[in-house]
């Protein structure tokens, strides 16, 4: 019985995790001007990493065990009249692509909606059969 909500439960972890996901797209796109932050220094773009999980027959699914921060350099601007340039004038900018976060939340999305049209596709299967057994 438990193999029989298996898709379930993979489907709605994955959800969760595309949630998330989407939360860190919306904030690198919120920061993409952000060059001076509590921690000191501009923003730095963050990622989620996905894990896949299997503890035993009946407890799969998808984990998000870190964000973590995109090594790529900053995005040095010539602005002196800037408050955070430096000494030369430059000012460093977050390692934001919006087009790349565009496209990493269209995808995000996408998924999402695909994981949603799965639990209502097994959702729609799992009542035709308990009217099957009725009958």
Known sequence: MKEMFMPLKVSATALEAQKIRMNVIASNIANVNSTRTPEGGPYRRRDVV???YIFDESSVG?????????ER??????????????KDGYVSYPNINTIEETVNLISATRAYEANLTLINSYKEMFMKTLDITKA
């Open 62 to 70: 998808v984990n998000i065990p870190k964000i973590v921060e995109d």
């Open 73 to 86: 350099p900053f995005k040095m601007v010539y602005d002196p009249s800037h408050p955070d340039a430096n």
């Open 50 to 52: 996905f894990e896949s």
